[in-house]
């Protein structure tokens, strides 16, 4: 016990330097409008930061090495305005919000979009065309608030009870727990990370006690405040808010800290990156940019240019600022013969 709350403890510490650095690059849509040509991504929450990276830092490297006719590389917010114009000669969509939504708008006849970020592999659900290209590892684990009622570990059958309903108070998860009502949340219902931790528990039916709404790894949402809360949280989100800097006053984790899942330790609080065994666990997660296989596999101007991004010899999967980039975002980098890897439904 006394390790499993000194791990906890120093998790919890990662989170208070949110009050001492400063944001750091602003979570933003593309600030001119993407040419026709160019390639657009949409979809997860958990990624688009480090897609948003991605795009400066790829279209930098274009121009400075003198390609002036190449397609350039931009990523749209999950939220922002309700609807967005992804490019030039694009009509205007229902702004994709999640994975799911991403997935889903990829896919819609006459869609101007290039790319769907995924933060969960592909479903049977999911267009067997579609072409999930993997290019970086995260894991999802739970949260709950600093001095609240919650342990500092749950199993996953435990979690697995409390998203189904069966178990709704402490005192069920043990004796010396205080006598309180569990309160469970699940983020809005296209969130990948969402799927993506119901199933690592065990697929629960999600009963009537459980909420859900808010925006994945978004602790500061005022429904997530009280000493009941649990909350899935992607492990990559937390690190890049907090000592990665890169938080935004939407985008934190407030007083959420990250629990453990049985013995498995979310952190290495050592290096501050996913811990290698709970990465390795079924809590971890690889995530994906997902594209229409037509596309991906054409020999024109955009399959080329969909390859040099995302593929096995592309840009993420080569250069050393989209491995800096990877890193700095709380992922964790894929071997070589893994990233640029795809698979589908």
Known sequence: MRKTAAKLLAIAAIATSVATVAAGTAVADPTVTPAAQDIVSVGSDTTQAVSTQFSTDYNAYLTSIGDTTSPRYYSWDA???????????????????????????????????????????????????????????????????????????????????????????????????????IKPWLPQASSGTRAFFLTAIGNPTVGTCVQDGPEENEGVDTRLAGANTVFPYSVASYLSQTVGGHATPTSAPGS???????????????????????????????????VRNAEWTATDAHGTALRAIFGPSGWICTNTSATNDIKGYGFLPLPAAACGSTTHS
Request: aromatic fraction near 6%; charge should be positive.
């Open 79 to 181: 939220t922002g305005s309700a609807s967005i114009t992804p490019k030039s000669g694009a009509s205007s969509i229902v702004r994709p919000n999640g994975s799911g939504a991403g997935i889903t708008e990829l896919n819609t006849v006459g869609s101007k979009v290039d790319v769907a970020r995924s933060s969960r592999a592909p479903k049977a659900t999911d267009p067997a065309s579609d072409i999930f290209v993997a290019f970086a590892k995260d894991a999802v684990t739970w949260s709950a608030n600093s001095g609240g009622n919650a342990p500092a570990s749950l199993t996953a059958a435990q979690l697995k009870g409390i998203y189904d309903c069966t178990i709704t108070n402490w005192t069920q998860i043990s004796a010396t727990l205080p006598n309180a009502t």
């Open 256 to 290: 959420l800290t990250l629990r453990n899942v049985g013995t498995l330790v979310p952190v290495n609080t050592t290096t501050n990156t996913i811990n290698a065994p709970f990465a390795a666990s079924a809590f971890g997660r690889v995530v994906y940019n997902v």
